[in-house]
Nanobody, 127 residues
Framework: QVPLVQSGGGSVQAGGSLRLSCAAS????????MGWFRQAPGKEREFVAG????????YYTDPVKGRFTMSRDNAKNTVYLQMDSLKPEDTAVYYC????????????????????WGQGTQVTVSS
């Protein structure tokens, strides 16, 4: 089990910034690949960003490239999603997730490969 506890989020105007955090308990956090997903009302959950267990590889969906940055601090068992230049279409509930998929480089965007999920946090961007 890898309990994931999210913090951050909230409401911001378009063009603003927010940072999401996802903290894990346990000693094996550094062996987990981590991802961020989001789900807007009436839409499917979609991949936003991912980072390999070592932090050496990061992945982003095209709509957030250049605006969002995912990072991790294995000493603090925490991953972050820095979101800049936010747009109204970024409005959604954001979820962090963890997995140990050995083929993460190819499957990082698939929700089904993630074993553990955070509780979700609302991000609202107004125009």
């Amino acid at each position: 089990q890898v309990p994931l506890v999210q913090s951050g989020g909230g409401s911001v105007q378009a063009g603003g910034s927010l940072r999401l955090s996802c903290a894990a308990s346990g000693r094996t956090f550094s062996s987990y690949n981590m991802g961020w997903f989001r789900q807007a009302p009436g839409k499917e959950r979609e991949f936003v960003a991912g980072i390999s267990y070592s932090g050496g590889y990061t992945y982003y969906t095209d709509p957030v490239k250049g605006r969002f940055t995912m990072s991790r601090d294995n000493a603090k068992n925490t991953v972050y999603l820095q979101m800049d230049s936010l747009k109204p279409e970024d409005t959604a509930v954001y979820y962090c997730a963890a997995n140990k998929d050995p083929d993460y480089g190819r499957r990082h965007n698939l929700a089904v490969v993630y074993d553990y999920w955070g509780q979700g946090t609302q991000v609202t961007v107004s125009s």
